[in-house]
């Protein structure tokens, strides 16, 4: 079944039916990358750009092993050593890669709208890889599919997210996904770190913790982004760690077997204990895995590939 977008800028606006298409896509190649040979021909001679503006490992090498999963050809590009330190604009950059014959760009920038512009400069298929503080919407697509394997279902599920929200651009794109799923999402933070629109968000906010973990059946946390700070907006670490930060005690508010979720980088002992991350109901290490088969989903069914075999 096709979705309707033509190309992924965020999940806001996204259909409750093209984000359900994208997920069960997802399970099909969740299930190719369980064979020996993990490698099928969709995107045979499609061509790729990895169009990277802001440093990543995860969220590239995940696109990337997508890419040759599908048998498409990828090109990664990166500002260092590029012309753009030459001066050369994103609009010159981007028609001069188009002229190149690609077919796809996924793209990471340091600001937000960055992935809309690229849709009036080329033709190319846009996949927006986190852009500024706006959306990063494979993410929360993938954090999604991982709680829809655990639990068997999204409606009515209450999801509480901790941390850094008004820096996040995955707390935004999850906001939006899992809203149209009919999940009840709640957002615990500092009051210096939670967005400021977060009425046009439509989510409660609080900034006791111990409030927002009471029968929650997720809980996602979300590191203090420092390097995006521009000042000090809570005193210190261990302030924050006492009373954000989740432990096997904060633990007891939630459901039994709630389940932790982390995008990744960890701060172990600043927003997560390392017996938490580590507990059976942590979903980290799954969230990772599922990165591959989610993005593969993406690349499949916007750049047109054929059947899976």
């Known amino acids: 079944m096709p979705v309707s977008i033509k190309h992924l800028l965020g999940l806001k606006g996204v259909s409750h039916d093209d984000i359900t298409t994208i997920l069960d896509t997802a ?8 064979r020996e040979v993990k490698v099928v021909p969709p995107l045979r001679g499609k061509t790729v750009v990895n169009f990277f503006y802001e440093n990543s490992t995860r969220t590239r090498l995940s696109f990337e092993m997508a890419e040759k999963r599908l048998s498409a050809n990828p090109l990664n590009f990166s500002t260092s050593g590029s012309s753009v330190s030459k001066g050369e604009t994103l609009k010159d950059t981007i028609q001069n890669i188009e002229a190149m014959k690609i077919d796809m760009i996924v793209v990471r920038h340091q600001s937000a709208g960055i992935p809309l512009f690229l849709t009036t400069c080329t033709d190319a298929v846009i996949i927006n890889a986190g852009d500024g503080y706006n959306e990063h919407p494979t993410q929360a697509l993938l954090d999604i599919m991982t709680i829809r394997q655990r639990l068997r279902r999204l409606e009515g599920l209450k999801v509480t997210i901790v941390g850094d929200i008004l820096h996040s651009r995955v707390a935004r794109s999850n906001i939006w996904g899992m809203k149209t799923l009919g999940m009840n999402v709640t957002l615990c933070a500092p009051s210096t770190l939670l967005p400021h629109d977060h009425d046009a968000l439509g989510c409660p906010c609080t900034t006791d913790v111990n409030d927002a973990l009471e029968d929650a059946d997720v809980i996602m946390l979300l590191r203090p982004q420092l390097e995006r700070q521009q000042r000090g907006l809570f005193p210190s670490v261990r302030e924050y760690r ?5 432990d096997a005690e904060k633990m007891k508010r939630a459901q039994k077997n709630a389940l932790i979720m982390h995008p990744g980088p960890i701060n172990r002992g600043v927003e997560l204990a390392s017996d938490v991350a580590d507990s059976d109901n942590s979903l980290i290490l799954d969230q990772v895995t599922n990165g591959v088969a989610t993005r593969m989903a993406v690349l499949y069914l916007l ?7």
């Open 242 to 246: 006492s009373f954000f930060g989740i």
């Open 303 to 309: 750049g047109g590939g054929d059947n899976v075999q």
């Open 27 to 34: 399970d099909t190649f969740h299930e190719v990358l369980q």
